[in-house]
């Protein structure tokens, strides 16, 4: 049996953590972990380039923030012509939480942020103009979200019913609408200021972030890049205190044409948006849900009402299984298991667990769940000895239990994509029937499925295509009923193979 242990905390959310009880030859350690690590410090990533006038001011505003976190000020230096550089440096020796990095040639905003970025140290990170146009002063509001657990990232609006801003530029703040209404219309927001510069966003996503603009872009790229993340975005009012462009605005209409580009671009063109391959092939199956219901129908016969999710990724599937008296959601990945629990740990019914899925402890935790099936979608190609894995989900069931399987058919379509996708093996039907019996489970079938998916695959491979794009899922989504019928038929090659074992019952 788990216990509770309400032991950690961070400002304004405590965490539960729970710890399994010691087995014979393992020490106790924790196998349920924490699902929203404590936040501890904040990055404030500052671009700076000629602003030596206003320097000291803001740096000494952001390291007197009210905020109830260390605070690192990562500052990047972007060719200044002017003092800037030497006054950083003079700062940072006074200071030590202020890092200083350089480039040697101005390369724009957008560059400078990725360095910091790449330097920061933080929880989470807030952008800071080296200006004075925004008031650190308000971290604290911008961060709550995030303290509380609510949200991945938060925009600070200086349109959303702004306690305080200064009235300035007419055709200035009509382009800044218009292109928060193009990027609400393209990603499906509902944003007041996309052009806002102070966006804070937790520090595990932000650095999974496929970020490349250098200039102004940088802006329309983040935002664009969390939407397809799906990150939870909340804005909150902040106030601006503007300035004109004698006062060294830099930002013109050319940099807003080319916003409206990269959104498009973005949107259209350039959706890789992240770096993290799971994460990114998860996004793109999760456009596809009559696909994901079409394979669901295959397994549902087989499900009982206490399912284990082995392998949840976001939650594509999850989301079909919310009506089970009992959804225990298990995955390896920290980024995935934190996003399982922001969707569904709230649900009475749903127990969430990062964990390896060939760890003994799980499944002995796992002992009193009483689960009667087992659902394994698209994870033992990943491992490197599933065996172990099967064992053990074996050992989790109850004697009478289910477990469905779903793995890519045909050694002979490995390609670039499985690599790219971390594929170790594809299956035939014997050798998959061979690795469930070895396991302990009496076959029930194993047999081949989408066969129009096989197709699509091969036309990849051919092209050496390292991934499936969210644009292909939505157009094979749209072929389903297509899929459906040549599934009635013995002609091509099925990408994948389901599978259905059974634990033996005990014996009278």
């Known amino acids: 049996m788990a216990s509770p242990i309400p032991s950690r905390y961070f400002p304004g959310r405590a965490l539960a953590f729970e710890y ?21 410090r904040l990055s404030v990533l500052m671009p700076v ?78 952008v800071q103009d080296s200006d004075l146009e925004y008031d650190p002063a308000e971290f604290g509001k911008i961060l709550k979200p995030i303290l509380e657990g609510r949200a991945d990232a938060v925009f600070g609006s200086r349109f959303a019913s702004s306690p305080e801003r200064r009235v300035l530029f007419f055709w200035h703040s009509l382009g800044n609408k218009a292109l928060t209404f193009v990027t609400n219309v393209l990603n499906d927001l509902n944003l007041t200021d996309m052009e806002t510069c ?23 790229e983040i935002t664009s ?24 605005k830099n930002i013109g209409w050319r940099d807003g044409v080319q916003a409206l580009w990269l959104l498009a671009k973005f949107r259209f063109f350039d959706t890789r948006f992240t770096h993290h391959r799971g994460m990114y092939a998860a996004r793109a199956v999760n456009r596809a849900k009559r696909y994901n219901r079409w394979l669901m129908e295959q397994f549902a016969p087989y499900l009982g009402d206490r399912v284990m999710e082995a392998g949840c990724g976001i939650g594509n599937f999850t989301e079909l299984l919310l009506s089970r ?38 499944h002995s935790e796992l002992a009193d769940e009483a689960l009667d099936s087992v659902l394994c979608l698209n994870v033992l190609e990943h491992i490197s000895e599933p065996g172990k894995v099967l064992s053990g989900l074996h050992q989790t069931l109850r004697p009478g239990g289910t477990i469905a399987v779903l793995v890519p058919n045909d050694p002979a379509l490995m390609s670039d994509a499985d690599d790219e996708l971390g594929h170790l093996r594809r299956y035939t039907v014997d050798s998959l ?23 699509g695959w091969a036309m990849n491979r051919r092209l050496k295509r390292q991934a499936v794009s969210s644009v292909q899922m939505r157009v094979f989504d749209l072929l389903v009923p297509v899929a459906r019928l ?17 634990k033996a019952a005990k014996a009278e």
């Open 225 to 248: 890049r969390l939407a397809q993340w799906g990150a939870r975005i909340y804005e909150v009012p902040i106030s601006y205190h503007g300035r004109t462009y004698v006062e060294g």
């Open 433 to 455: 029937a061979a690795e469930m019996n070895a396991a302990g489970f009496d076959t029930v079938s194993v047999r081949a499925f989408n066969r129009l998916g096989g197709i």
């Open 20 to 40: 399994s009880l010691p087995l014979k030859g393992h020490s106790k350690r924790p196998i349920i972990r924490s699902m929203t690590q404590p936040i501890k």
């Open 49 to 126: 380039y000629n602003e030596a006038r206003t320097l000291r001011t803001i740096v000494a505003r952001v390291l007197a923030s009210p905020v109830d976190l260390e605070i690192e000020l990562v500052c990047v230096d972007d060719g200044s012509k002017d003092e800037s550089l030497e006054l950083l440096r003079v700062l940072a020796a006074a200071d030590p939480r202020i890092k200083v990095f350089t480039h040697p040639l101005n390369r724009g905003k957008g560059a400078a942020i990725r360095t910091a970025i790449a330097q920061m140290t933080g929880d989470v990170a807030i």
């Open 325 to 362: 008296k009992r959804l225990v959601c298990v995955d390896p990945d920290r980024v995935f298991a934190e996003t399982l629990q922001q969707r569904f740990g709230h649900l009475a019914n749903v127990r969430v667990i990062e964990s390896d899925l060939a760890d003994p402890l799980l």
């Open 198 to 220: 102070y966006k804070a966003v937790r520090a595990d996503i932000l650095r999974q972030l496929r970020l490349e603009s250098e200039r102004f872009g940088i802006e329309p």
């Open 486 to 502: 040549l599934d009635t038929t013995k002609w091509g090659r099925p990408l994948t193979l389901l599978a259905v074992g059974r």
